[in-house]
C-alpha cells in the first residue's frame, strides 16, 4: 500500500494551506469554515487552528453531513446505505466568505452535493474549496482553490485519508481496488 | 349392477371393529363384504387385486364433520367436488352440515342433497339437517321430516343451540327420532368480535380473543342437558381441554356424549397466526399448546370418540381480507389422512388401528350408519393407506373447489392409495406404486394421477344409501 | 465507502459496535419484531441527525426526491398523518393522502383490491393506518411497495414506540435500566404492543399497569412486571407512560366510570410524586384529560407530551429514509460499490 504523504507532510500541508488562506484573505473576520464529515470535519478543524496561530482569529468551523444531498440513495443495488450524521454549524453562514474543506477530491458529486447543502443554510458571500488530495477523474465541472497534493490515479485505485482524530495516525495511502 | 367377485389379496388389514390387524384376503361381492381372512379360496370368475406392498386395507373412512356449500355457495364448494375431495382424501363417506341457503331444515334441501350426491356417485353422502328452522335458534326445525328424507343427524352448524330450554326439547325429540343432535360448543357472549384463541399469541397480536372457557362452560351444559334427558349428544370439533374434562366426567358417569376433533386443533397452535394466515382463521381457533397436547392425550384414553375435519371451503376472497374480517373455516377432506398419519401415528400418539377406529366405526356408529367394519356382509366401503407414502400437500391439485388450507406445502409421510364405495375403485392414487391392481379390478377407476390429478369418474354407478 | 474501511464513521456516543448494520433489512416496517437491537439503536441514531434538519431554516433536503408515499389512512388521525407527512415533505418525498372517508372503501371496495389498486400506480412507499390487526401484512403480501405500519388495530403502532425510545434517549441517555411503567387501557394499545417489545429490547424494566379487565393475558411471560395499583407502579419509576383509555375499541364495560377510573388509575400531581425525582411522563396523544392524566401532570414540567410529537418528525423522516435505502436490495456488508458513479473519497 503505498504511501503517499506520511505524518509529518499532512502536517506540513495543513499549515501552507493555512497561510495560502492568510495570503489571499486580507482579514479572516467574515471567515468560516465548514468540513465535509467524515474526514473534511477534523481537517477544518486543524485550518482553524492553524489561523488562530497565523492570524489570532478564531474562524468559526462546522461540520456537514451530505448523506441526504447524494444522488445515489436508490442508484446502487448492492452496498451499505452511507450512514446518516448530524451537521454541525452554529454559526449563520450568510454573507461568510465559506472555506469548503474536504479530504479527498475525485469525481466532485461530494461537493456539488455538499454546495447543495450549504445553500439551504443561507447565503454565504462565497465558497472556496480547500481539498488535502486532489486525484482527478472529475465528472462535474467543480475545481479546488486550495490542494495539499495532486496525486495521479487511476479509476481502480482508492485515496485514503487517515487523521489521528480518527484513526490514531496521519498518513495518506494509496490502494489498488475499488474503495473498501 | 352386475354381480361381481373381487378379491383384495395379501394386505395387512386393520379393522378395529373386529379386532383384526393382519394379512388378510377380502371377498367382496355384489358391492358387500362375504369374507375376510388368510388365504381366502379364489373363485375362478374372482377379479383379483393384489394390495400393493406396504399398503393397509380399512374400514371406510367417514367424515361426520363437513360443509358441502350446495345449495348456496356452489362457487365454494359443490357435492361433487366435495365427494370428489372425500374419496380422494380417502373419505368413502361425509356427512354434511346444514349451514347451507337455504339451510338444511326440510326434506326438499335434503332430497336435492341426495339427488347431487347420487350423481356424483362418488363418497355416499349423509345430510344433516338443522336443529332450528333457518339456524336461527328460536323454534324447532321438522326434525322428524328430515330423519325421513334421509338425514343422519341435525345441529345448527357453526352455531351454538345456545337456548337451554331449545336445546333439551331438540335432545329429546332427535333421540325419539334416533338421531344425535350434534353441537358447536360456544358461550357467544363471550367470543363477541373475537377471531383467535384469547391467550399469549392473540394478546400480542392485539386480536381480540375467543377463551378456551367460551367452549366448557357450553359443553358443559349440553353434558348436563344430555344426562338428564337421556338423548345422546355430539359435540362438533372440540379444542379446549376443560371441554375434554367436561366430556371426561360425563363419560365416566354414563352419559351418552360423544365428541370429535379435527387434524387441525391436534396439530397446530395459536402460535401459528404469527404473520395473521388467514387460513388458520377457523372457529374454534387453534388453540395453545397445552390444548394440543391434551386433545392428543384424549384420542389415546378415548375421551374423544372420533376425528372429523370440518372441512369448510372458502372463496379465495372470503381469505384474502384483514384477519379479522377473513371468514373462518379451513378445508380439510384431501389433508386429514396424511396430517393424521404423520403426526399422530409416525410420531407415536395413537396406534394405526386406533387411528382407524376414530375415522371409521365411531363415527359410523355415532351417526347410526352402515359402515366402519370390514365384516361379513357391511358394505365393501374400503379406504387403502400407503402408511409410509411421501405426500407434499398441494393446494392447488385439490379435487375440492376451495384452497384454504393451513397445510398448505407440508411433507407428511402417509396417504391414501385407493378408495373404494360399495366394492367399487372411486380413487387411486397413481403414486403409489402397484395402486394400478384396483383400477383394472373396478374397470372404471378414477382418473389416477399424481395427487393433482382430476376428479373420478362421475359416470360411475350411484352408491346405494344405507 | 463499506463500513470495514471506516471505523470513523461511527459517531463517537454511538452504542453501535463495529459490525452493526448500516441498512434495514426489512422492506417493510409492520412490527418492532421486524427490527434488530442493532437497526433499532440505527433508526434513532439516523433521528438524531433528522432532528437538526428540523432546525434549519430551510427544513428540507433532497434525500427522498422522486419517491412517491402515499399515507393510507382508514382511521381518522391527525397527529401521525401530519407527522408522516412533514417527515415525508423534509425528505422532499411527493406525497398522496388517501383517506378511508373519501376513497371508494366506502363503496364497498376490499381492502386488497383497494392496495392492489394503490401498487398499480407504482408508490414506492405506503403508510397504511387501519383498524384490523395484521392490515400491513396483507397489504406487504400483496404490494412491493414498502410498507410502513401506522397502527393497525389492536396491534402494534411501532413508529410511535420508535418516538417513544427516541425521547427516553434523549432524557435520560439510555433506556438500559430504566424503570419504565406503563398506565392504561393496555388490552387495546398497539403503543403498548410496540413499546413492549422495544423497551425489553433495549434493556429497559417494564411494569405495565391497568384495571384487571384491561390486561393482556401471560404478561409475566413477556417479561413484565404487571400489576393493578397504580401507586405500585409509579414508585420509583423512571418514565411514566400514560396510555389513553380507548372508550371506542371497548365493547361493554371494563370499569364502571371515567370517574372511578381516574380515581384509581389517573396520574395525579400527588402519585407522581411517588416516582424518581427526575422521572418524566409521556403519553402518546391523543389525551383524555381527566381520565388517564390530570392537566396539572399533562402540562406540568415532568411532561414530556409535546417533545414526544416534536420527536415524531425526526424520527419518521429516519424510517423513511432508511426503509428507501433498504429497498435497493443486498444484504449489509455486501461487496462494494460499483465504481461507475465513483464518489468522492471523502470517507463515503
Redesign the interface.
Known amino acids: 500500500m503505498p504511501l503517499v504523504m506520511a505524518a509529518e507532510q499532512v502536517a506540513r500541508t495543513i499549515t501552507r494551506i493555512a497561510h495560502e488562506v492568510v495570503e489571499r484573505h486580507r482579514t479572516l473576520g467574515d471567515l468560516a469554515l465548514v468540513g465535509i464529515r467524515t474526514t473534511g470535519a477534523p481537517i477544518a478543524r486543524r485550518l482553524s487552528t492553524e489561523l488562530h496561530g497565523i492570524g489570532g482569529v478564531r474562524v468559526p468551523t462546522g461540520a456537514l453531513d451530505i448523506t441526504l444531498y447524494r444522488d445515489d440513495l436508490m442508484r446502487h443495488q448492492v452496498g451499505p446505505q452511507p450512514i446518516l450524521r448530524r451537521t454541525d454549524i452554529d454559526f449563520s453562514i450568510d454573507d461568510r466568505r465559506i472555506l469548503l474543506v474536504d479530504d479527498v477530491l475525485y469525481t466532485g458529486r461530494t461537493i456539488r452535493a455538499a454546495l447543495d447543502a450549504l445553500i439551504d443554510f443561507g447565503r454565504p458571500r462565497t465558497i472556496e474549496l480547500i481539498v488535502l488530495v486532489d486525484r482527478g477523474h472529475r465528472e462535474l465541472p467543480i475545481k479546488p482553490d486550495y490542494v495539499g497534493r495532486t496525486v495521479p490515479t487511476a479509476v481502480g485505485e482508492s485515496v485514503q485519508v487517515r487523521l489521528r482524530e480518527v484513526d490514531g495516525r496521519d498518513e495518506v495511502v494509496i490502494h489498488d481496488g475499488p474503495d473498501r | 349392477m352386475s354381480e361381481r367377485t373381487t378379491i383384495l389379496r395379501g394386505g395387512r388389514v386393520v379393522d378395529p371393529a373386529s379386532g383384526r390387524d393382519g394379512v388378510a384376503d377380502v371377498l367382496i361381492r355384489d358391492g358387500r363384504v362375504v369374507r375376510v381372512g388368510p388365504g381366502l379360496e379364489v373363485e375362478s370368475e374372482a377379479a383379483v387385486i393384489d394390495v400393493p406392498g406396504g399398503c393397509v386395507v380399512c374400514p371406510g373412512f367417514v367424515d361426520m364433520h363437513a360443509h358441502l356449500r350446495e345449495p348456496g355457495a356452489e362457487h365454494k364448494e359443490t357435492v361433487a367436488t366435495g365427494a370428489a375431495a372425500a374419496v380422494a382424501g380417502g373419505f368413502t363417506a361425509v356427512a354434511c352440515m346444514p349451514d347451507t341457503e337455504p339451510a338444511n331444515d326440510e326434506a326438499g334441501v335434503t332430497g336435492l342433497i341426495l339427488a347431487r350426491a347420487a350423481e356424483a356417485g362418488l363418497a355416499r353422502v349423509y345430510p344433516i339437517g338443522a336443529v332450528t328452522r333457518g339456524r336461527a335458534g328460536r323454534q324447532l326445525a321438522a326434525i322428524g321430516e328430515l330423519r325421513d328424507a334421509g338425514c343422519v343427524a341435525v345441529s345448527d352448524a357453526g352455531r351454538p343451540v345456545a337456548d337451554a330450554i331449545l336445546m333439551r326439547r331438540a335432545l329429546e325429540y332427535a333421540a325419539m327420532c334416533g338421531m344425535p343432535v350434534i353441537d358447536h360448543c360456544e358461550e357467544t357472549a363471550l367470543t ?2 373475537g377471531v383467535a384463541h ?3 399469541a392473540a ?7 375467543m377463551p378456551a372457557a367460551a367452549e366448557e362452560i357450553h359443553a358443559g351444559r349440553d353434558v348436563a342437558l344430555s344426562g338428564l334427558t337421556g338423548a345422546p349428544v355430539h359435540l362438533a370439533h372440540v379444542s379446549a381441554r376443560g371441554t375434554l374434562r367436561v366430556v371426561r366426567s360425563g363419560k365416566a358417569r354414563g352419559v351418552p356424549v360423544t365428541c370429535e376433533v379435527t387434524p387441525h386443533h391436534l396439530t397446530l397452535t395459536d402460535e401459528r397466526l404469527a ?2 394466515d388467514t387460513n388458520c382463521k377457523m372457529n374454534p381457533p387453534l388453540r395453545g399448546a397445552a390444548d394440543v397436547e391434551a386433545l392428543v392425550d384424549g384420542l389415546a384414553d378415548g375421551t374423544i370418540d372420533c376425528v372429523a375435519t370440518d372441512h369448510a371451503p372458502r372463496h379465495v ?1 372470503e381469505k ?6 377473513a371468514a373462518f373455516g379451513v378445508v380439510g377432506l384431501e389433508t386429514a389422512v396424511s396430517v393424521c398419519l404423520d403426526r399422530l401415528v409416525h410420531a407415536g400418539h395413537v396406534s394405526l388401528s386406533r387411528l382407524v377406529g376414530l375415522l371409521s366405526a365411531n363415527p359410523a356408529r355415532i351417526l347410526g350408519v352402515e359402515g366402519g367394519a370390514l365384516t361379513e356382509g357391511a358394505p365393501a366401503d374400503i379406504t387403502v393407506l400407503a402408511p409410509d407414502l411421501p405426500v407434499t400437500v398441494d393446494a392447488r391439485g385439490f379435487r375440492s373447489l376451495a384452497r384454504n388450507t393451513p397445510f398448505d406445502g407440508w411433507s407428511l409421510r402417509g396417504g391414501v392409495a385407493a378408495t373404494m364405495v360399495g366394492g367399487r375403485t372411486v380413487y387411486v392414487n397413481a403414486s403409489v406404486r402397484g395402486a394400478d391392481a384396483f383400477g383394472l379390478a373396478s374397470g372404471r377407476a378414477a382418473a389416477g394421477g399424481a395427487d393433482a390429478a382430476a376428479g373420478g369418474d362421475p359416470r360411475a354407478g350411484a352408491p346405494t344409501r344405507v | 465507502m463499506a463500513p470495514t474501511a471506516e471505523p470513523s464513521r461511527r459517531a463517537p456516543d454511538s452504542p453501535l459496535g463495529l459490525d452493526a448494520p448500516v441498512r434495514l433489512r426489512t422492506k417493510d416496517l409492520l412490527s418492532i419484531g421486524d427490527l434488530s437491537p442493532d437497526e433499532i439503536l440505527l433508526i434513532l441514531d439516523t433521528a438524531e441527525a433528522m432532528k437538526e434538519v428540523g432546525t434549519r431554516s430551510i427544513k428540507k433536503v433532497p434525500a427522498l426526491r422522486g419517491h412517491t408515499v402515499v399515507n393510507l389512512f382508514f382511521e381518522p388521525s391527525t397527529r401521525t398523518r401530519t407527522s408522516f407527512e412533514i417527515a415525508e415533505k423534509r425528505l422532499s418525498a411527493d406525497t398522496v393522502n388517501v383517506a378511508a372517508s373519501g376513497s371508494s372503501v366506502s363503496k364497498g371496495e376490499t381492502l386488497a383490491d383497494t392496495l392492489r389498486n394503490l401498487e398499480a400506480m407504482s408508490p414506492d412507499m405506503i403508510v397504511l393506518r387501519h383498524a384490523s390487526a395484521g392490515a400491513g401484512h396483507l397489504a406487504a403480501r400483496l404490494c412491493g411497495a414498502c410498507i410502513i405500519n401506522a397502527g393497525d388495530g389492536m396491534h402494534e403502532h411501532p413508529t410511535q414506540a420508535l418516538v417513544d425510545a427516541f425521547t427516553i434517549r434523549e432524557r435520560k441517555g439510555g433506556l438500559a435500566g430504566l424503570r419504565v411503567s406503563i398506565i392504561g387501557d393496555l388490552l387495546h394499545s398497539r403503543v403498548f404492543r410496540s413499546n413492549l417489545r422495544l423497551l425489553r429490547v433495549l434493556g429497559a424494566q417494564v411494569c405495565a399497569c391497568g384495571p384487571a379487565t384491561l390486561m393482556l393475558p401471560d404478561m409475566e411471560r413477556l417479561g413484565v412486571r404487571a400489576t393493578t395499583s397504580v401507586d405500585d407502579a409509579v414508585a420509583g419509576a423512571d418514565v411514566i407512560m400514560l396510555l389513553r383509555v380507548q372508550l371506542e375499541r371497548m365493547r361493554g364495560h371494563f370499569f364502571p366510570s371515567r370517574r372511578e377510573y381516574f380515581q384509581r388509575f389517573g396520574m395525579t400531581m400527588a402519585r407522581l410524586r411517588r416516582a424518581a425525582p427526575d422521572a418524566v411522563v409521556m403519553h402518546p396523544g391523543p389525551m383524555n384529560r381527566g381520565v388517564e392524566i390530570a392537566s396539572e401532570v399533562a402540562d406540568g414540567s415532568r411532561s414530556v407530551i409535546l417533545e414526544q410529537v416534536a420527536n415524531g418528525v425526526a424520527v419518521r423522516m429516519a424510517v423513511l429514509y432508511l426503509l428507501a435505502g433498504s429497498r435497493r436490495g443486498a444484504a449489509p456488508g455486501g461487496p462494494a460499490l460499483d465504481g461507475g458513479s465513483g464518489w468522492d473519497r471523502a470517507g463515503e
Do not use: M
Open positions: 363477541v368480535d384469547e391467550g399469549g394478546a400480542l397480536l392485539g386480536l381480540r380473543g404473520e395473521y376472497d384474502l381480507a384483514e384477519f379479522d374480517r
